[in-house]
């Protein structure tokens, strides 16, 4: 079974820096959106401050490494460099599924990280459905332990689990046994999805489980059904795969309906985030973060330098959509008005009626 999910990991790895699996006919949404314009800010940009605070962790951009890799010798490279740029620019971290680790504790040094990121947010990770698959607290603990996490995210992926030959497909009773995940650890735990969106009412039942946040991973970046679809021989099967290459929810949605159904929790943006200005537009769209995958899975295969230049730029681009909208701090930017379709869209942030500003 170890060998098992060590030769997905591959295949998925190899997939996603090979093989075309961006979605090619929907979008994220961002470029539905425009902020309104600040000519005059009133302050210098070296005024402009990108950093927060999340789980009693600074981060100096609200900015996500998300789930990615694990379980072979090529992806421990990939997770330690992606660890020691975080390090570096001050950033969050999700590992991916480490299901393989914990059925085969050879595996573990493949997630680990710490030694060269002591200082990060960093978010272990499993699939909820192994909650109906003999996992529970036992396991989640093992997998936090496993990489001296901060906190837990657990991912729902029924349409990969479903494309997957060998998938597991019982997601019965999952909303209890998160909740019971909830109780009974003393970090928080997140829940993500791998592509497709999360959307108001699963938000909400998750919202009454406990959960502390969210990662939507809408539709619009990666789709793991390009992927499955590039793993799959059966001539037949494949074209199931591929039916289902555009499915889901964009991220821009996600993102609406979340925060609409759980106003109160995390919510990290991610599936297509592909610039600062797509961060900045998330935030004003109601998320707090944003989390990117594929272009740093890109940049990591390459070397630790490329993957921080990939994330300077992006922190650049962020200071500077927000000096362009007067906005110093993140509360401000989730003020600032959007335009979309000719239309104003108030900030996540904002309050009360008016002319929108600035």
């Known amino acids: 079974m170890a060998d098992q999910h060590s030769q997905r990991k591959r295949e998925h790895l190899r997939i996603a820096l090979e093989e075309p699996v961006e979605f090619q006919r929907v979008s994220a949404g961002f470029e539905r959106f425009s902020f309104v314009h600040c000519a005059l800010p009133e302050f210098s940009l070296d005024e402009v401050e990108t950093g927060l605070s999340l789980f009693g962790k600074a981060l100096r951009a609200p900015i996500f490494i998300s789930a990615l890799t694990g379980g072979t010798a090529e992806a421990q490279e990939i997770n330690r460099r992606l660890a020691r740029a975080a390090q570096e620019l001050g950033l969050a971290m999700t590992v991916g599924s480490q299901r393989a680790a914990i059925e085969d504790e050879a595996l573990a040094s493949t997630y680990q990280v710490r030694d060269v990121a002591p200082d990060i947010l960093l978010f272990a990770n499993l699939g909820a459905v192994q909650l109906n698959y003999g996992y529970g607290l036992g396991e989640c603990r093992r997998a936090l332990e496993m990489i001296g996490a901060d906190g837990l995210a657990l991912h729902l992926n029924p349409l990969q689990e479903a494309l997957q030959p060998e998938g597991n497909t019982d997601f019965r009773g999952l909303k209890e046994k998160i909740a019971a995940v909830c109780r009974g650890l003393a970090v928080p735990v997140l829940v993500k999805e791998v592509g497709w969106g999360i959307s108001g009412q699963v938000a909400a039942m998750l919202d009454e489980a406990g959960v502390a946040g969210f990662e939507v991973a809408g539709a619009g970046g990666t789709s793991f059904s390009a992927i499955e679809m590039h793993r799959i021989k059966d ?64 940049a990591a295969s390459s070397s630790r330098q490329a993957v921080v230049n990939y994330l300077e730029r992006l922190i650049h681009e962020l200071r500077l959509a927000m000096f362009c909208t007067g906005a110093r701090t993140i509360t401000e930017l989730k003020g600032r008005p959007l335009v979309a379709g000719g239309r104003w869209r108030r900030g996540a942030g904002e309050q009360g009626s008016g002319t929108p500003a600035p």
């Open 235 to 298: 001539t037949a099967r494949r074209r199931v795969a591929q039916a289902f290459a555009d499915w889901g929810l964009p991220t821009v949605e996600c993102i609406t309906l979340v925060r609409q159904a759980a106003p109160s929790r995390l919510l990290i943006a991610s599936g297509g985030v592909r610039s600062g200005v797509d961060v900045a537009k998330a935030l004003a769209l109601g998320a707090d973060a944003a989390g990117l995958g594929l272009p740093l899975l890109k």
